[in-house]
């Protein structure tokens, strides 16, 4: 949804008349031509859930973006569509995760690509994509319940173990690493709702914007 009209084959998709209307992302990305954006950044979020709630906020009206969401683990065209999407726009993107392993491990497959698909990262990663959060840290910043703090599982530690282990995080974010370390120090995570405990919606209202007018991003 969001500030973009587009075709793809035959089809057009306009979701510039609508921008808080859902669309699917299109399955032949490669047929995708006619690219027309009055956006000022691309928002990729992990959950439907939370893109949902952003749509029922009318986010897009008070905000000028696209946001994308590849539903948990990112399929192939979602991950061309916002690649192609940021090469032709030049639009920073931001991405908007679980303070988890798996939310991490789906942040690195949009920015470095997946162990599965090595042969074919560079139609499918972005590297210009920037972690909006959640960060660890934001459960103190922004007054998250302990409530809402779930330990890590067993398996939740050697997920965390097993990523600190990739050597490009050390060499492209040491700072993505940091806060990995920062997980399994603190041995707890938390999920994007646990941002809105106070108020439905904050993350439309006052987190997502203050994060990117802060610049609290990495």
């Given at each position: 949804?969001g500030?973009i009209?587009?075709s793809?084959?035959?089809?057009?998709?306009?979701?510039?008349?609508?921008?808080?209307t859902a669309?699917?992302?299109?399955?032949?990305?490669?047929?995708?031509?006619?690219?027309?954006?009055?956006?000022q950044?691309?928002?990729?979020?992990?959950?439907?859930?939370?893109?949902?709630?952003?749509a029922?906020?009318?986010?897009?009206?008070?905000?000028?973006?696209?946001?994308?969401?590849?539903?948990?683990?990112?399929?192939?065209?979602?991950r061309?569509?916002?690649?192609?999407?940021?090469?032709?726009?030049?639009?920073?993107?931001?991405?908007?995760v679980?303070?988890?392993?798996?939310?991490?491990?789906?942040?690195?497959?949009?920015r470095?690509?997946?162990?599965?698909?090595?042969?074919?990262?560079?139609?499918l990663r972005?590297?210009?994509?920037?972690?909006l959060?959640a960060?660890?840290?934001?459960?103190?910043?922004?007054f998250?319940?302990?409530?809402?703090?779930?330990p890590?599982?067993?398996?939740?530690?050697?997920?965390?173990?097993?990523?600190?282990?990739r050597?490009?995080l050390e060499?492209?974010?040491?700072?993505?690493r940091?806060?990995l370390?920062?997980?399994l120090?603190r041995?707890?995570?938390?999920e994007?709702e646990?941002?809105s405990?106070?108020?439905?919606?904050?993350?439309?209202?006052?987190?997502?914007?203050?994060?990117?007018?802060?610049?609290?991003i990495?």
């Open positions: 949804m500030w009209r587009f793809e084959g035959e089809r057009i998709f306009d979701c510039i008349s609508s921008p808080n669309h699917p992302v299109p399955v032949h990305v490669e047929e995708v031509q006619d690219i027309i954006s009055l956006a950044y691309i928002l990729v979020v992990e959950k439907e859930s939370v893109f949902q709630r952003l029922n906020d009318q986010f897009c009206n008070a905000n000028h973006c696209i946001v994308i969401t590849g539903r948990g683990y990112p399929d192939i065209p979602t061309r569509f916002l690649r192609l999407l940021v090469e032709n726009l030049c639009l920073p993107a931001y991405c908007l679980d303070c988890d392993p798996y939310g991490f491990d789906i942040l690195t497959t949009y470095f690509g997946s162990m599965q698909m090595a042969y074919d990262t560079k139609h972005v590297p210009e994509i920037q972690w959060g960060f660890p840290s934001d459960s103190e910043r922004y998250v319940p302990n409530q809402c703090l779930l890590l599982t067993a398996e939740d530690k050697r997920k965390v173990e097993a990523m600190l282990l050597c490009y060499r492209e974010v040491p700072q993505w940091l806060e370390q920062l997980i120090q041995g707890v995570k938390f994007i646990a941002l405990v106070h108020a439905l919606s904050f993350l439309s209202e006052s987190y997502i914007p203050s994060k990117i007018e802060g610049k609290l990495m």
